[in-house]
T-cell receptor, first 115, second 114 residues
Framework: QKEVEQNSGPLSVPEGAIASLNCTYSDRGSQSFFWYRQYSGKSPELIMFIYSNGDKEDGRFTAQLNKASQYVSLLIRDSQPSDSATYLC???????????????FGKGTKLSVKP | DTEVTQTPKHLVMGMTNKKSLKCEQHMGHRAMYWYKQKAKKPPELMFV???????INESVPSRFSPECPNSSLLNLHLHALQPEDSALYLC?????????????FGPGTRLLVL
């Protein structure tokens, strides 16, 4: 069973702080990793994707990938109250057509940024 | 442009009704997906269409019937649903359906079955 694990939270950080969201996955053959943000009652919105080990930065967001540890994280710098949402980690499966489809989602981490 | 559109935004139906959900994308993507999402849960894959052919059906009950009329459109026909089918139904698309391509989600249809 291929799995993606996230701490469900809630993770509470003060405005202006760095929020760190973590995700582990079980399929060692996975090659693609995604972070989606989902506001309550809305659909998931792609924040970042990462394919290679290391860091990838986009504005206030940094994705970090360590394939050896099967670990991916998302850092949000200068957190704002508008960042308050559930963050879904999704991992591309290593085999097309598997029973899990081609993206496996974690259960999401709820982030709350306090003014 | 990474827009996927879905209609209707909200739908209320009785258990004997027949209704359809529609999804459209104009990004030239050749893979389209239906997901079901219950409150406080991650999206749950239902169907995958690749090049207008159904490639994955995640053991979804036959009261849900997908259709892909062309590469830009995806429908989900609903018949004789149960109250437990109430959920947010999400459509997504990606360039192709291999090895975890980036998927872009539509805004969803919130379905309530009475």
């Amino acid at each position: 069973q291929k799995e993606v694990e996230q701490n469900s939270g809630p993770l509470s950080v003060p405005e202006g702080a760095i929020a760190s969201l973590n995700c582990t996955y079980s399929d060692r053959g996975s090659q693609s990793f995604f972070w989606y943000r989902q506001y309550s009652g809305k659909s998931p919105e792609l924040i970042m994707f990462i394919y290679s080990n290391g860091d990838k930065e986009d504005g206030r967001f940094t994705a970090q990938l360590n394939k050896a540890s099967q670990y991916v994280s998302l850092l949000i710098r200068d957190s704002q109250p508008s960042d308050s949402a559930t963050y879904l980690c999704a991992v591309g499966t290593s085999d097309y057509g598997g029973s899990q489809g081609n993206l496996i989602f974690g259960k999401g981490t709820k982030l709350s940024v306090k003014p | 442009d990474t827009e996927v559109t879905q209609t209707p935004k909200h739908l209320v139906m009785g258990m004997t009704n027949k209704k359809s959900l529609k999804c459209e994308q104009h990004m030239g993507h050749r893979a389209m997906y239906w997901y079901k999402q219950k409150a406080k849960k991650p999206p749950e894959l239902m169907f995958v269409y690749s090049y207008e052919k159904l490639s994955i059906n995640e053991s979804v009950p036959s009261r849900f019937s997908p259709e892909c009329p062309n590469s830009s459109l995806l429908n989900l026909h609903l018949h004789a649903l149960q109250p437990e089918d109430s959920a947010l139904y999400l459509c997504a698309s990606s360039q192709v359906a291999t090895r975890g391509e980036t998927q872009y989600f539509g805004p969803g249809t919130r379905l309530l079955v009475l």
